[in-house]
């Protein structure tokens, strides 16, 4: 049990993650198993760059998966960690996107991966330093007046660290959101995989957390190569994730959805979500299957 947490139990209900609550990210091949099978679900996650274009199937697929359930549009490449500010063009289809889908959640991840024109295609760590906080904040301040709205910001895994930090990675989180006035997505995979790479205390990490900004939970799978855990996205989550997935649920002032993400050597259907109900504690208020 969190300890440091336990007196905040008190005064709300203990969150229990139940089958209710769980989504997916969806990928290019389940497109059809979706609109065919209809599986109860809490959220379903598209990447928003995929579907930046108006015309053609990508946006059809939108509009309808928000038939079966609500959606969240979930962004790989704003870098709000850039230095150089954002790029507009992007943000503007980003904009039109958000304009015609109205999803639930609106996402993007603490990271950069642009300099100029040159894009990484990669979600790169930043120092975890005041003025790249103050820059960051900046940059969401930027994205919510553009689309009117809250986005919620992801913390990355990473695999390299910078002389120039000087705080923890849990500190840095959480003045951006307070700085911002944003949401957060806690992906509690890529806090597992950072304390394991820069030997911290998951504890430590949770206990700063601003609970009332968490509006998304993301679990996945990771692979060990040579020294270091790698955020792959290609299997389950391990056990380790699974218990703290409860640990953390269990601190949720509201009740967030539960997402399992799934990029690569991906399952089929079915056994996706199977994998994503494993996820629950409790079933919740009926044992949904696969129409």
Same mark, same amino acid.
């Given at each position: 049990?969190?300890?440091?947490?336990?007196?905040?139990?008190?005064? @709300? $209900?203990?969150?229990?993650?139940?089958i209710?609550?769980l989504?997916?990210?969806?990928?290019?091949?389940? %497109?059809?198993?979706?609109?065919?099978k @209809?599986?109860h679900?809490?959220?379903?996650?598209?990447?928003?760059?995929?579907?930046?274009?108006?015309?053609?199937? +990508?946006?059809?697929?939108?509009?309808? &998966?928000?038939?079966? &359930?609500?959606?969240?549009?979930?962004?790989?490449?704003l =870098?709000?960690?850039?230095?150089?500010?954002?790029?507009? +063009?992007?943000?503007?289809?980003?904009?039109?996107?958000?304009?015609?889908?109205?999803?639930?959640?609106?996402?993007?991840h /603490?990271?950069?991966?642009?300099?100029?024109?040159?894009? $990484?295609?990669?979600?790169?760590?930043?120092? %975890?330093?005041?003025?790249?906080?103050?820059?960051? &904040? !900046?940059?969401? !301040?930027?994205?919510?007046?553009?689309?009117g709205?809250e986005i919620i910001?992801?913390?990355?895994?990473? %695999?390299?660290? #910078?002389?120039? +930090?000087?705080?923890?990675?849990?500190?840095f989180?959480?003045?951006?959101?307070?700085k911002a006035?944003?949401?957060?997505l806690l992906? /509690?995979?890529?806090? #597992?995989?950072?304390s394991?790479? #820069?030997?911290?205390?998951?504890?430590? %990490?949770l206990? *700063?957390?601003?609970?009332?900004?968490?509006?998304e939970?993301?679990? &996945?799978?990771?692979?060990?190569?040579?020294?270091?855990?790698v955020?792959?996205?290609?299997r389950?989550?391990? *056990?380790?994730?699974? =218990?703290?997935?409860d640990?953390v649920? =269990?601190?949720?002032?509201?009740?967030?959805?539960?997402?399992l993400?799934?990029?690569? =050597?991906?399952?089929s259907f079915e056994?996706?979500?199977?994998?994503?109900h494993?996820?629950?504690?409790?079933?919740?208020?009926?044992?949904?299957?696969?129409?």
């Amino acid at each position: 049990m969190l300890a440091c947490l336990s007196c905040q139990q008190h005064t @709300r $209900t203990i969150m229990t993650v139940s089958i209710d609550c769980l989504g997916i990210g969806l990928r290019t091949p389940h %497109y059809k198993d979706l609109l065919e099978k @209809r599986p109860h679900l809490s959220l379903i996650e598209f990447h928003s760059e995929n579907h930046f274009y108006s015309n053609g199937h +990508s946006r059809t697929i939108l509009h309808k &998966a928000k038939e079966i &359930a609500p959606i969240s549009l979930h962004g790989v490449g704003l =870098s709000l960690g850039s230095a150089d500010g954002l790029d507009n +063009s992007h943000l503007k289809k980003l904009v039109n996107l958000v304009d015609d889908i109205n999803p639930s959640l609106i996402s993007e991840h /603490i990271s950069w991966g642009r300099i100029g024109n040159i894009h $990484t295609h990669d979600l790169l760590p930043l120092p %975890y330093c005041k003025d790249v906080i103050q820059l960051v &904040a !900046d940059n969401i !301040d930027h994205v919510q007046q553009a689309l009117g709205r809250e986005i919620i910001v992801e913390n990355v895994s990473s %695999y390299v660290s #910078f002389e120039q +930090s000087n705080m923890k990675e849990w500190d840095f989180v959480y003045e951006i959101l307070e700085k911002a006035d944003c949401g957060f997505l806690l992906d /509690i995979n890529n806090v #597992f995989v950072n304390s394991q790479n #820069f030997n911290f205390n998951i504890e430590d %990490y949770l206990k *700063s957390l601003p609970w009332d900004r968490v509006k998304e939970v993301h679990v &996945a799978g990771h692979q060990a190569e040579e020294n270091l855990l790698v955020d792959t996205h290609d299997r389950p989550a391990c *056990s380790e994730v699974k =218990s703290w997935l409860d640990k953390v649920y =269990s601190q949720c002032i509201n009740k967030p959805p539960v997402l399992l993400e799934w990029d690569s =050597s991906l399952p089929s259907f079915e056994k996706l979500i199977a994998h994503m109900h494993d996820l629950a504690t409790e079933p919740g208020i009926e044992n949904y299957a696969l129409a």
